[in-house]
């Protein structure tokens, strides 16, 4: 795995490959935002409060610098998502997205 690292640092793709993988990172995190809300409402927020503090722990404890910065991208890419949750609470209630039928509304 040192020999990945190396080769992108010698030909100059780390800031590359960090560019890539934040970009499918936010991505996927949008789709989560969506069906969390949808499943569980706004009381999920604390989960991605617990994975962003983790990530935080971990990107600490890394010492690979690509691990360590992807597990930050992740840390707060958790900590955004718990402003999305509440955010897409209001988009539902603007009917933007489906309402969960089977969930007990507040």
Do not use: A
Not at 47 to 55: A, M
Not at 59 to 71: E, F, G, P, Q
Not at 75 to 83: A, E, H, M
């Amino acid at each position: 795995m040192e020999s990945i690292l190396l080769f992108l640092q010698e030909y100059h793709l780390l800031g590359l490959v960090i560019g890539i993988s934040t970009f499918l990172i936010i991505g996927l995190f949008h789709p989560v935002v969506i069906q969390c809300e949808y499943h569980f409402g706004t009381g999920c927020w604390w989960w991605f409060l617990l994975l962003g503090l983790v990530g935080v722990g971990l990107s600490i404890w890394v010492d690979n610098i690509l691990y360590s910065t992807l597990l930050g991208v992740f840390s707060f890419s958790s900590f955004w998502t718990i402003k999305e949750i509440f955010d897409q609470k209001k988009r539902v209630e603007k009917g933007w997205f489906p309402r969960n039928p089977k969930r007990q509304q507040k």
